[in-house]
């Protein structure tokens, strides 16, 4: 099965920035793939995706700041996120959404994870 693993999290101040990368263990060329994060005692939330057709999506409160870009040769995704706020402190998560018509906004949409990379923003 598939691995992802995660890097690039940390603890940085507002405005900083941070690039997270994730690596699929296997092919993901035919695939989805996205970032979701966790807040302290919030919900898992998307953040944004790239489908298998190269199309990307981004929630509301990232646009203009992160960036999702995907190297289907390699099977990775990356995330640029610039000018960080508190409010983006999060455990941040990659998945894989096998299943093409499903909603890529939706955590229930995915079938692999990873463990997960911390990203910490001070004010």
């Known amino acids: 099965q598939v691995q992802l693993v995660e890097s690039g999290g940390g603890l940085v101040q507002a405005g900083d920035s941070l690039r997270l990368s994730c690596k699929a263990s296997?092919?993901?060329?035919?695939?989805?793939m996205g970032w979701f994060r966790q807040g302290p005692g919030k919900e898992r939330e998307f953040v944004a995706a790239v489908t298998w057709r190269g199309r990307a999506h981004l929630t509301d409160s990232v646009k203009g700041r992160f960036t999702i870009s995907r190297d289907f040769a390699a099977n990775t995704v990356d995330l640029q996120m610039n000018d960080l706020k508190p409010e983006d402190t999060a455990v941040y998560y990659c998945a894989v959404k096998i299943i093409e018509y499903y909603n890529d906004y939706f955590v229930e949409s995915y079938d692999l994870w990873g463990q997960g990379t911390q990203v910490t923003v001070s004010s």
């Open positions: 296997g092919s993901t060329v035919n695939y989805g």
